[in-house]
């Protein structure tokens, strides 16, 4: 009964040793690559947290530049970040806040830029890309350069902006003199504003030069006309 087992066993070691023969280096190969994918997933879960609490200590020191408008630490921080962590929301949220700065200490110039590179680099997605591009297409309007300013706006695709941008639009027609368009715009932009928003009553002025009548206006000659 031993002999028996000693050659089942043997038979068994023997088939062992031929599967790991045939498969032992595929099988090692596998378990050291998912052991290196764990440990890679790991290392970057942990550069990830490294960079961006990296990215908030430099944005701290880039918001306290900021709070004392002092612009030349706050360009130095923001140049900073967008080096080291350009994909981050912190150098996003950084170029926008400079602008406002920069336009403050009237350098439109730089303003311009700072909006440009987060229309082109901004993280977060297509809404922070598209509010640079509408203050961008403000200043580029300022600036009178109005090729650049409409393929800015053009470049627009937010639909929460598009009312904003159809405004934008109108201011850019009416300096060039197109005042039949520029009143479609308008027009165009007070319909997609909520009727809750004040932002409505300057929508309201501009059509109002172009001899659109506003809604008081329009309900006043309705009552003097009864």
């Known amino acids: 009964m031993a002999a028996h087992l000693d050659l089942e066993e043997q038979e068994q070691l023997e088939q062992l ?32 947290r490294d960079q961006a ?12 530049a900021l709070t004392a408008q002092d612009l ?14 350009a ?14 700065l920069q336009l403050d200490k009237d350098k439109a110039d ?5 909006l440009a590179w987060v229309a082109e680099h ?26 650049e300013a409409l393929k800015t706006l053009d470049a627009i695709k937010t639909p ?6 159809a405004d934008r639009r109108g201011d850019l027609l009416l300096q060039q003199g197109q005042r039949d368009a520029a009143r479609a715009e308008y027009q165009k ?12 009553r300057l929508v309201e002025a501009k059509l109002a030069t172009l001899g659109v009548p506003t809604v008081v206006e329009a309900t006043n000659a309705v009552g003097a006309a009864q």
């Open 53 to 64: 609490a990296q990215a908030a200590a430099m944005y701290e020191e880039f918001d306290r």
């Open 72 to 85: 030349d630490k706050a360009a130095v921080a923001v140049a900073d970040l967008k080096a080291r962590f």
């Open 87 to 100: 994909g981050t929301s912190y150098a996003t949220q950084a170029g926008l806040q400079i602008a406002r």
């Open 110 to 114: 730089d303003a311009r830029q700072s």
């Open 160 to 165: 929460e902006y598009a009312a904003l941008a």
């Open 17 to 48: 040793k031929a599967f790991w023969k045939r498969w032992g280096n595929l099988i090692t190969w596998l378990i050291t690559a998912a052991l290196a994918a764990f440990a890679a997933w790991q290392g970057w879960n942990w550069h990830q």
């Open 189 to 200: 932009a007070l319909a997609g504003i909520d009727k809750a928003q004040d932002y409505r």
């Open 122 to 147: 901004g993280a977060d997605g297509a809404p922070y890309r598209d509010l640079a591009r509408l203050r961008l297409a403000g200043l580029q309007i300022d600036a009178k350069a109005y090729d």
